[in-house]
């Protein structure tokens, strides 16, 4: 059994999708970079082996849990099949608030939709339905893709149906801004 602290780190590198730093990781955790490194050598030692889907990966002073490269074929199946299935229901409507609210950050999606995107988002990105692009303040923005688009059979976005009526709402402009400034209205649309 690994400790709380290593529970605490594994936890964070499971939902980062991306390598930390030691320093980043203690920010976060609140951990000091000393015990930052004791928990990654300790999930390290628990990761060792065949016995687990996971590898802890390491490099330089960064750090990012991974699927097992025994398991890639498995992995394979089941990515092809996101890409290839239909949308769920999540999907659809994160797809649809994105293409006539966006360019939105992922602060903004999930004020709208109250809920937690990140996995949506990644499924959108890999279809290529959805793309990513920095912003002034260094929070990726989100906007339909020219596949999406294409599929549409629209040369533009305000093409859609609906879309200036939407694009404007009021009631969404509200909850965006809110999420912006980090308070929340309880509303759900």
């Given amino acids: 059994m690994i400790q709380p602290s290593s529970a605490r780190v594994e ?7 991306k390598p930390l730093t030691v320093k980043k990781i ?6 000091s970079e000393e015990d930052v490194r004791g928990a990654v050598d300790e999930l390290s030692r628990a990761y060792a082996g065949d016995a687990h889907g996971i ?10 849990l991974a699927t097992h490269p025994l398991h890639t074929e498995t992995i394979a199946k089941y990515t092809k099949e996101e890409i290839t299935g239909e949308l769920t229901r999540a999907g659809l409507e994160t797809l649809t608030v994105i293409a006539y609210r966006g360019p939105m950050t992922k602060i903004e999606l999930e004020s709208v939709r109250g809920v937690n995107c990140t996995i949506v988002l990644r499924n959108l990105m890999m ?11 260094g929070e990726k923005k989100y906007s339909v893709s020219f596949d999406f688009l294409r599929h549409l059979q629209v040369s533009r976005i305000e093409d859609i149906p609906d879309y200036e009526q939407l694009h ?8 965006m801004s809110t999420a912006e400034s980090g308070t929340d209205t309880g509303e759900k649309v």
């Fill in 11 to 17: 936890a964070l590198l499971f939902v980062a999708q």
């Fill in 26 to 31: 203690s920010q976060l955790t609140e951990l």
């Fill in 55 to 64: 590898v802890l990966l390491r490099h330089v002073d960064s750090y990012e």
């Fill in 127 to 137: 279809r290529g339905l959805v793309d990513a692009s920095g912003s002034d303040k």
């Fill in 168 to 175: 404007h709402d009021a009631r969404l402009e509200a909850l």
